[in-house]
């Protein structure tokens, strides 16, 4: 399913907000309405009520101008409105009064009252009963429950009144808020998108930006997007962010590339010419052999540089040990270190480790090996010839493993001590390119540091000689 545009996504949700807005509002105002109308009601019912109680306790007073006074109370014969009313004693088959008449027959809702209505005495009640003439709501007569101690006896006083005209204009207020919703709620959908578009429009120039960048042209420094909100000033600034990693990314790709293609084309020139030279005139066995010994040295050199880029290019691809083991640090460097030693003694040199307590990391043992190896094979490439590399094992407190390979060679320049981990970046003064290589041993080294979340550095004096620190954080 394709996803909703954010635009559209934002008009619909604004839209139901307002439509909810306007639901709410209109309810209470509906609701708010209606009490108050009812309220007028209940009001005149009171009047009516206390005004029957004081007629009916007035002494002196005969039946007939009393029972006028009753009718005069409830507005009989004065207005649609009318009400009605009934009197009666609590436990007596017989009305004090009513006011049925022909035209116009008592409620069945005041003949029988709600008993659950029944108010206590000297308390009242409000609630809506049937006229008993029409149906539905518009036939619902308010009333009001009054009892009263009178004579040693509850008397009963019931009045009533219609409410249909209330009913009949909360019909017509509700018309009016349908109406008034509606058109509020069109309106609103029709302006809101139009509304997010003019909110949203930074992000589509910026969008138009975006579309004009390519891969010669990811950074540029005082590249325009123009102002964008407060909000969006975060995005703006991790955009930026990530465009110029991307810029130094693509340029270290393409130098590289460059660098790659210039250290294989060399070995490439010198065995054709080599192969050139052998073929201009015939030769002695033992030359054709000499010749192809310098090619095989050249295709060695190949294969190295063609192993380095191709483990460059496996580590480039994720930046995390895939299935981490345990891995005994003190055995590992004490086997590279057996080894390098038979080697370098060869040519007079010594490898020594010091021996350190057990200790655990987790990685990839084959990618540590080759991480201790390059770092052995540098320091004896560099080193003085007869030198003394020393491997070190730090045996203290730590939740790091420290490891330290130490040659006697010269210093290094403190300039050039932040690029020893550059890709085919080779140091051309105290360490001579003439001992071979391709720049690339350290850059293996600091990327597999990297991939076990640990750190490498180097530290080069004239007197204590040059040392590499790698931390690797225990198991």
């Known amino acids: 399913m394709k996803p909703l545009s954010i635009r559209l996504q934002l008009s619909l949700v604004a839209s139901l907000l307002v439509l909810a807005i306007i639901t709410v509002l ?20 009171q009047y009516m009520g206390e005004g029957i109680w004081a007629e009916l306790v007035e002494e002196g007073v005969s039946r007939e101008n009393r029972e006028a006074a009753f009718r005069a109370l409830t507005g009989r014969g004065a207005s649609e409105y009318a009400g009605q009313c009934r009197i009666w004693m609590d436990g007596s088959p017989n009305d004090l009064f009513t006011s049925d008449s022909p035209a116009t027959p008592l409620a069945r809702g005041l003949l029988h009252p709600p008993p659950e209505e029944q108010p206590d005495v000297d308390g009242i009640s409000l609630f809506g009963i049937s006229d008993g003439a029409e149906s539905g709501r518009r036939g619902v007569l308010r009333a009001m429950w009054i009892r009263r101690a009178f004579n040693r006896q509850i008397v009963n006083i019931l009045v009533a009144r219609s409410s249909s005209h209330v009913y009949h204009e909360l019909g017509e207020f509700l018309r009016l808020l349908l109406v008034l919703g509606g058109s509020t709620t069109l309106v609103a959908l029709f302006l809101v998108p139009k509304i997010i578009s003019w909110g949203l429009r930074s992000i589509t120039h910026v969008g138009g930006q975006l579309e004009q960048i390519t891969h010669r042209d990811l950074w540029r420094e005082g590249r325009g997007m123009g102002e964008v909100p407060v909000e969006l000033r975060p995005f703006k600034s991790a955009l930026d962010g990530m465009l110029l990693r ?61 192993g380095q880029l191709l483990t460059l290019a496996r580590l480039d691809a994720t930046d995390r040990v895939s299935d981490p083991v345990e891995v005994r640090l003190d055995i590992l460097l004490e086997s590279l270190a057996e080894a390098f030693d038979g080697h370098a003694g060869q040519q007079g040199a010594r490898v020594v480790y010091t021996n350190g307590r057990a200790v655990c990391v987790e990685g990839d043992e084959t990618e540590l090996r080759q991480l201790f190896s390059n770092l052995l094979d540098n320091a004896l490439r560099y080193g003085p010839p007869k030198g003394v590399v020393r491997v070190t094992l730090q045996d203290e407190p730590s939740p790091w493993a420290t490891v330290r390979v130490h040659d006697e060679g010269g210093a290094i320049a403190p300039d050039k001590l ?58």
């Open 26 to 45: 209109s309810a209470a105002a509906y609701v708010e309405f209606e009490e108050s109308l009812l309220g007028n009601i209940d009001t005149t019912l």
């Open 418 to 475: 932040p690029h020893l981990f550059d890709r085919f970046y080779r140091v051309d003064s105290s360490r001579s390119q003439a001992s071979g290589g391709a720049g690339l041993g350290l850059a293996i080294a600091r990327e597999i540091v990297l991939r076990h979340r640990g750190d490498i550095a180097i530290t080069s004096d004239s007197q204590a000689g040059t040392s590499v620190i790698v931390r690797l954080p225990r198991k």
């Open 246 to 306: 991307l810029d130094r990314a693509v340029r270290r790709q393409e130098q590289f590339t460059a660098d790659a293609a210039h250290e294989l084309r060399t070995p490439l020139a010198i065995m054709k010419s080599t192969l050139q030279t052998l073929r201009m005139q015939p030769r002695m066995a033992a030359e054709y052999e000499e010749g192809v010994d310098d090619v095989l040295q050249d295709v060695d050199r190949m294969e190295q540089l063609v």
